[in-house]
């Protein structure tokens, strides 16, 4: 019989998240799901698991110490850091502002940070724990009109490996998940950058083109309970994998990206976009 874990996963209120806490709630876990929106709760009486929800901005670094503080005075343990919250700004590089560059990386890659400073004393103090980090495919694969997002999940997969190398010797294991395509309302919720939008924007065409593909893959990808399986398998996981890639295509993606030269690499993202 597995442990019950006591687990904080961010961004728990839709898409991957909430499948998360629903396949850990299911398996007998005890999932604080962490949002600006708190979750209602939810129990499934047949393997006593629970989500509870608690209210937590990941950029604040307040917010987080706040959250992780009721956990552990609660809990007096987190086994599983679940750091998912997310969200993407669309847009040529050019035209991406300053606050809108410190936006995207605040949520994406400082939540990450908030989230890890937080968590890692009492998970050294235990002896043991997990990270586990929800990248993306285009962490390794650049995105046209999505550097800013590109470029956030790409130190998301960079921190992870780092940290895997300096809690180590703490028992404290790290993985990172790197889904491709996902049917979620992340497709919907994407903000572009004000210039962007501008009649005037050199890119505006081009933009519009190559979204319009993106949007219609993202909406014909893997369902977030796919992705969800992949995550709960490193929480159950005597020994997790490093870099998760869920879906046989994007795994070939993921080796070719090793192995393509760089030029040819884009040419094709060009091309496909």
């Not at 047949?46 to 608690?54: L, M, T």
């Not at 285009?138 to 470029?151: K, N, R, T």
């Not at 995550?231 to 990206?257: C, H, T």
Request: hydrophobic residues 40%.
């Amino acid at each position: 019989m597995k442990k019950k874990q006591i687990v904080l996963l961010t961004g728990g209120s839709s898409g991957i998240g909430l499948a998360a806490a629903v396949l850990l709630m299911k398996k007998g876990h005890k999932v604080y799901s962490a949002s600006r929106h708190e979750c209602d709760y939810m129990q499934d009486k047949k393997s006593g698991g629970e989500i509870i929800g608690i209210s937590c901005d990941v950029s604040d670094e307040l917010s987080v110490k706040s959250a992780v503080g009721v956990i552990l005075e609660k809990e007096h343990r987190i086994d599983t850091l679940i750091c998912n919250a997310g969200n993407g700004i669309a847009g040529a590089l050019e035209e991406c502002s300053d606050q809108e560059c410190r936006q995207q990386f605040e949520v994406n890659f400082w939540g990450l940070m908030n989230c890890v400073r937080t968590c890692i004393p009492s998970m050294r103090e235990q002896g043991c724990g997990k990270v586990i980090a929800v990248s993306s495919i285009a962490g390794i694969v650049p995105i046209p009109y999505q550097g800013l997002y590109s470029a956030s999940k790409a130190a998301v997969l960079m921190a992870i490996q780092t940290l895997a190398m300096e809690t180590k010797q703490f028992g404290i294991r790290c993985s990172c998940v790197l889904p491709g395509d996902t049917r979620t309302n992340f497709t919907s919720s994407r903000v572009y950058s004000v210039q962007s939008q501008s009649g005037s924007s050199p890119y505006k065409d081009a933009m519009a083109k190559a979204l319009s593909k993106m949007e219609k893959d993202e909406q014909n990808g893997m369902s977030p309970e796919f992705i969800a399986k992949s995550i709960v398998a490193q929480v159950e996981a005597r020994k997790p994998e490093l870099i998760v890639v869920p879906g046989y295509s994007y795994k070939a993606v993921n080796v070719a990206a090793k192995l393509v030269p760089s030029s040819l690499k884009l040419l094709i993202l060009r091309k496909m976009y």
